[in-house]
Structures are given as structure tokens and as C-alpha cells.
């Protein structure tokens, strides 16, 4: 069984620590504390260099510090404290850069409200046990044979036929019923390959209809879309060799990966806000009665300095909207600003979270909506690369990595 | 009398408060309460959503969820303590609720209450816990 070591503060006067251990059994992990005796606190904390003064965070730095050393035997890190304290914040962020400059453990950190469940950290606690016990799957370079990846996503279904390392066929469409989408995008993906079903060697399913589309296909690969995606967009980026970040800014939640060699080895995964995902700037296109693929040429044309939207939430980011036309300014401006809103939320939610590594590449839907990708190259001052198919990702890694089982 | 013990989950000090004749206030009923009557299972703590949502009696929403879980079990306590015995910096084997913030509060809701409070300062060697047993004692006599 996976072991995962957890470090964290207030989980049990929180009421989620039933919740963490029920999301790892799901995935076949099990959680567990690194023992520390009384004597390795302070030490651990005076070699840390970080002296937290809750006791909490003291044991969670000494329990940092048995991993580092090779004391305490576990497959992967899982960070967790407390949303909006801001000691536990800086303790998590700095634990998680102390584990991944002492240990080769992937990990990942999370902050918890009251109201977490079990189903919010299924898609991370997967990710830890896909690395763990997937690398020589994750380790494949070259698709081979006839396989199709399909990606059930939050917005968009797609699905991608690929054949001895080359993409012959590929469709989207918005996300309805998960089987119904996925059969109409996978026929359509066929017919331009001009495959039947019967040849299909192997399938890799990923995103939130994964698990239904995987029994509805038997699917061979079943697999989260962060490790999918990591190899879908270091196959199509052709950066499969090297560092680098991914962000994936999704309709309902963004991803932001840091990949050594085409596997990731620290993730974050938001969802806390609209205003920082794809879905604002569908709310925006719609309010500007533009289709959302125009939005992103609009926003190159405009300035965001002239219409500034500043708020984190995407019902009053709206509002921002409503009043800045209403002042008279232009679309192209309102179009700007509305893509450096979502590309400052992203990179102070989530970037902050991970050492971005470069080069950043982009991906998903939003990728393809350029001036989102001129807001991130602004805020990160660089500009990402877009590979072509970068919507794609999700569905190029499902029939990569399922060539695998052939 | 009741008697709220901070850290609240000190033995010493439940041990304490019950040799000199009053009943201690303090983690252990809190969480105990939760396993035999309730019968919730939430280990380790047995601390719910329900609690934490409690916890806004005595925190804003804005409070960080392990402050408020926190508040829920000692707040009530401190509602309906008759006076208190606080142990100033005490190492975690004394007692500990782990957070700094937490401690801080419970420290300061004792005070606002405006009941009789002793405050002690953990004691380094064995005359000073002399003293400090005897500092104990005399406060927890006087309010017979």
C-alpha cells in the first residue's frame, strides 16, 4: 500500500481528517505520521531555520525533517493547513520547498476550510499514488500502435486518435451527458482517422468523467488529469526531456505542474474562485455578446491599464465589467483586462504554491484564447509556449500513456 | 467549583484541581462528552463540521477553521467556568492545543470573562514548581 506522509496543522479540530484518510483509501493509499520524539522538535526547527510559535507547526517541521533524513519511511507528501492563517502558510509553503530539496518524494500542499471533503483531494491523493506506482507507465516517450485518449472535461469533452506516434484524428464539443459527449467526439475523432472502434488497440480516459466513461469504453488507462496532462503537453510542447511548468487554467478549476523529465513531481490544483478560471472569461465573452474564441484577439488589441478589474470573485468581477462599459470603455480594453484578472488570480492562488521552472507551457481551452496567454506571459514576465493541439493535452496523454499496456 | 484548566489538556493540572476539591474544566471532558453521548466518529478529536460552524459563537469566518474547531470545545467550558488556572509557556509533554492563536484567544476570553484567573509561569526547576504547586493551591483554597 501507498503511504503517504502527512504534515499538518489543525486537521482535527477541523473535522477534515476523517475526509483525508477516506480520500487516500479510495485511491489505495494509506496515511501516516512520521514519529518524532520530543527531542527532534526543536532541533529540526533550529535546523529549519523557521521558528512557528504553534506547537502544531514545530511538530510538522520535525516530521518534515525524519523525511528528509531518510528516518520514516513513506511514497509521497501531502502538506496541509489551515485556509488563511498565515503562519501555517508560510510553514507549508517553505516545508514543501525543504521536502523537494531533500527528498525525491512527490508532494503536494492544500489548504482546508471546515467544509472539505473527501472528493476535493481525490484527484491530488490519485496524483501522488499515479506517480508512485505508474513511473514506468508516465516514463513513455512514443505512442505506439492505434490507441484514443478521450478527456472528459469540466467544460469540454475531447477525444483524439493517435497512430504510431502521429495524431490522425481528433474533435471537442461542450460537455453534456459524459457518455453521450465522449461517443459524439470519438465518432467524429474516428471517422477523420478513418478508423473503426473494433481497431482501436487501447483507450486512456481522464477528467471528471473518467471513471464512467472508463466502464462505459473499457477504457485500459484510467488515470487523473494531472499526470495525463503532463505528458500530453510535454508529447506536444516536444519538452519531454528537461524542467518545466505547465498551467492548465480549466473551466471550473486550473492546474499549475512542475514536470522533471514528463513527470510531474509537485502540482497545485485550484478551484477556490470562478474569477481565476476559464468560466469568467466565458462569462465576460458572454456579456460582451462576443463568441469566446474572438475574446482573446479583442484582448490583444486592448490595454488592461485602461479598465481594470480587481476583484477575486467572478460575480463581482461582472460587476467591474458592467460598470467599466458603462464608463465607456472600449471592448477591446474590457476584453484586455478581463484575461490580466484571470492571469494575476492565477499567479497569486496558485502559482505562489510551486517554484515555477521554465520554460511555462500552456495548455487547455483557454490556451487557445491569446490574449489570456499575452496576460500570463505579462504577469510572469515570460511569455509561455503554446504548443499546437494544446486543448488537447488531456486526450494526446490518454492514448500516449495507454500504448503503454500494449 | 469549576475550575477551566489552559492548556486544556494538561493531566497535572486536571490532576491538580481535583486534589484540592473543585472540578476541572478542561479538554479531555470536552472530547469525552463527544464519545460517550454523541457517539460521533471523527477521531481523533471527534471534532464536526457542526462544531467548527459552532465555533463563529466565539471567531469570525474569517478565522482559520482549526481556531474555530478549537473554540467550540473550550468556549463553552469557558462560559461556564467559576474561575481559571493558566500555565504560561509550558513545553507540549505539560499540554498543548498546538496553535499559538488558539491559546492566545482562550487566554484572552478567560480574562474578558472577568472571573478569578492565577496565572503561572511554567516553572524550570524543581524549587519552582515548588513554588508554583504551592501558588496553585493557595488560589484554588481561596476560592473554597
Known sequence: MIKIAQLSCGTEYSSVQYEIEKAARSVGAKVVYPDVSYADVNEAVRRFGFSPRSPQLRLMIARAARLADEKYDADAVFITTCFRCAEAALVRNELRRFIQENTKL???????????????????????????????????????????????????????????????????????????????????AMKEAGVEFKQIEAMGVTGYGRFTLGKHFGAKLVQEELTVNSKGAVWLAERQHGEATILDIGGMDNKAITVRDGVPDNFTMGGICAGASGRFLEMTSKRLKIEIEDLGRLADKG????????????????????????????????????????AEQVYEQQLQEIDVRHPIIQVGGTSLISGLVTAVGEVLGERPIVPPNSQYIGAVGGALLSSGFL | MKIFISPPNSLILFDLVERFGHEPLGAMAAIQERIDNIELDMPPMNVTLDDVIGGLKYAGVEVPSGIRGRLSLWGPLIDTADAAIIVEDPPFSFGCVGCERSDEMVKYMLHRRGIPVISVKYPENSEEAKAAVGRIKEFLEGLK
Open chain 1, 303 to 342: 490595454n488592461w491599464r485602461n479598465a481594470k478589474m480587481n476583484s477575486y470573485c467572478s460575480v463581482f468581477g461582472i460587476q467591474d465589467l458592467v460598470t467599466t462599459l458603462g464608463e465607456g470603455k472600449s471592448f477591446e480594453d474590457v476584453a484586455a483586462a478581463a484575461c490580466h484578472s484571470v
Open chain 1, 106 to 188: 512527490p508532494v503536494v500542499t492544500y489548504s482546508f476550510t471546515e467544509r472539505l471533503k473527501a472528493a476535493q483531494l481525490l484527484t491530488r491523493m490519485e496524483a501522488l499514488v499515479t506517480i508512485v506506482t505508474r513511473k514506468d507507465v508516465l516514463a513513455r516517450e512514443r505512442q505506439a500502435g492505434l490507441t484514443a485518449g478521450i478527456d472528459s472535461g469540466s467544460s469540454t469533452t475531447k477525444a483524439l486518435i493517435m497512430e504510431n506516434n502521429k495524431i490522425i484524428g481528433k474533435d471537442w464539443t461542450s460537455s453534456g451527458d459524459v457518455v453521450q459527449s465522449a461517443t459524439s467526439v470519438l465518432e467524429n
